[in-house]
């Protein structure tokens, strides 16, 4: 097998999404965090993006919506190793018309082997990790033996 390996700097690239159900939770989350997300590059999907940005003030890359394309954007960040830490408050409760654009972000997280919260619990254990601060090398996953069959 051959280990790959990528470096995030200690300024992390995150991404921010909720489903609708969850906005709020993410907001107050993202609002108690403030601080710390000030010192990150901060990523998110249309509607979740203007919401931060309108009631936080912190500046934010606004993508598409989830639906129109958003997470899919934000998992080619993952794959182009411009996206280096994922929150995302989906809901477990409500089928999304998009579960198929979903389900391919997170596999993409976990294929690029980036921290992922899908809670806010979750997300204060990964944002108050004193790795936050600093660069981390993470370690690519070589699935390579499993996508190479012989026909």
């Known amino acids: 097998m051959h280990e790959r390996k990528l470096v995030s700097q200690a300024k992390k690239h995150?991404?921010?999404i909720a489903h609708d159900g969850m906005k709020q939770e993410l907001l107050?989350?993202?609002d108690f965090n403030k601080g710390t997300l000030a010192r990150h590059f901060l990523y998110a999907t249309a509607s979740t993006g203007k919401l931060i940005m309108e009631n936080t003030g912190?500046?934010?890359?606004?993508?598409a919506s989830g639906p129109l394309g958003g997470d899919l954007q934000i998992g080619a960040g993952i794959v182009e190793g411009k996206i280096d830490f994922l929150i995302f408050f989906w809901d477990p409760l409500e089928p999304q018309p998009h579960?198929?654009?979903?389900k391919a972000l997170l596999r993409v997280a976990v294929l690029y082997n980036i921290p992922t919260a899908s809670n806010r619990a979750t997300a204060d254990y990964l944002i108050s990790s004193p790795l936050m601060e600093s660069p981390y090398t993470r370690i690519l996953p070589d699935f390579s033996h499993k996508i190479?069959?012989?026909v």
């Not at 912190?58 to 993508?63: K, R, T, Y």
């Open 14 to 16: 995150i991404a921010l």
């Open 28 to 30: 107050e989350w993202v």
């Open 58 to 63: 912190l500046p934010v890359s606004v993508l």
């Open 99 to 102: 579960d198929p654009d979903v």
């Open 148 to 150: 190479h069959r012989e």
